[in-house]
């Protein structure tokens, strides 16, 4: 059974940085692209940023240059730094994996407040 776990969400002051991290298990994590994808309230889910299978990134605009996802096959687990936190980032961030099939992760919580 594959399970994706978030971690490391919370409330952060604008300008400030916070790390989250989706540990997977039940697949083969090598194979599978990896995204973060957010979702604020009364907006639809966005796609955040993306590392395939191979290694490569790509960001949306509004968090390139601030934010970065990376991957440890050894750990199965996916990364996504993210600094200069504004209040616009304030959502719930989810993890996904995509192979032959996709899977979603339960999200959590990032609050950008002073």
């Known amino acids: 059974q594959v399970q994706l776990v978030e971690s490391g969400g919370g409330l952060v002051q604008p300008g400030g940085s916070l790390s989250l991290s989706c540990a997977a298990s039940?697949?083969?994590?090598?194979?599978?692209?990896m995204d973060w994808y957010r979702q604020a309230p009364g907006k639809p889910r966005e796609l955040v940023a993306t590392v395939t299978s191979g290694g490569r990134t790509n960001y949306a605009d509004s968090v390139k240059g601030r934010f970065t996802i990376s991957r440890d096959n050894a750990k199965n687990t996916v990364y996504l730094q993210m600094r200069s936190l504004e209040s616009e980032d304030t959502a719930v961030y989810y993890c996904?994996?995509?192979?032959?099939?996709?899977?979603w992760g339960q999200g959590t919580q990032v609050t950008v407040s002073s």
């Open positions: 996904h994996a995509t192979f032959t099939l996709n899977y």
């Open positions: 039940g697949m083969t994590f090598s194979l599978y692209d």
